[in-house]
């Protein structure tokens, strides 16, 4: 029924970008507070999780196909890190606004993050940390970006609940800056790359 009421506003046109930031991440937030207040269990989270992945999928074949800016993002979970809905809404963005996405998932080991960056010849990799125990691997991620020859001049940007929470943070793991929400990091990745602008 939730789902039907996010198909009927689409349908109505909304955008499916609003209703991503509208909806889905704020309720995201809300699963996510509940189940930190042990109100809800693990169980629960991932069924709410699952379930908005499925919606999400079907929301964003509705998209008109953008025009290709020629620029290339990768998005990757760092390694450890299993909560991977935040950062599939960026990759979602990142898509709607043309940008050749290509989307590692969950738990990614560094290496396979950086071999990614390689083939692709991407030019901004987005790394998304849930929780304040991964921040040591998005340092590690960076680093290694950032000694490899083959990603000379990749830009790097970071987001999830601990840059939210001190948005400073971004600094302190190497990273070129950080994105409050998905319109955000692309906002920001199109600053970075003047070349890259979002079609209507």
Avoid at 40 to 67: D, G, H, Y
Avoid at 161 to 190: C, I, M, Q, S
Wanted: aromatic share 8%; hydrophobic share 50%; proline share 4%.
């Amino acid at each position: 029924a939730a789902g039907q009421l996010v198909f009927d506003a689409a349908d109505r046109g909304e955008p499916v970008q609003q209703l991503y930031l509208q909806v889905f991440q704020p309720a995201l937030r809300e699963i996510g507070r509940l189940w930190q207040l042990q109100k809800i269990t693990v169980a629960q989270e991932n069924f709410c999780s699952i379930a908005t992945q499925i919606v999400m999928s079907q929301l964003l074949v509705r998209v008109p196909t953008a025009k290709r800016c020629g620029c290339g993002v990768v998005v990757a979970c760092v390694s450890g890190d299993l909560h991977e809905l935040g950062a599939r809404m960026v990759a979602d963005f990142f898509e709607m606004a043309g940008w050749d996405t290509y989307f590692c998932g969950a738990n990614t080991p560094h290496a396979a993050a950086v071999q990614s960056l390689v083939e692709r010849a991407a030019d901004v990799l987005a790394v998304s940390a849930t929780m304040g125990y991964h921040l040591h691997a998005v340092r590690d991620l960076i680093e290694l970006v950032r000694s490899d020859p083959r990603c000379a001049g990749l830009r790097v940007m970071v987001g999830g609940h601990p840059f939210t929470v001190d948005p400073a943070l971004w600094r302190t793991v190497g990273a070129d800056g950080t994105a409050a929400d998905a319109d955000a990091a692309v906002t920001l990745a199109e600053q970075w790359l003047a070349g890259c602008a979002s079609s209507p």
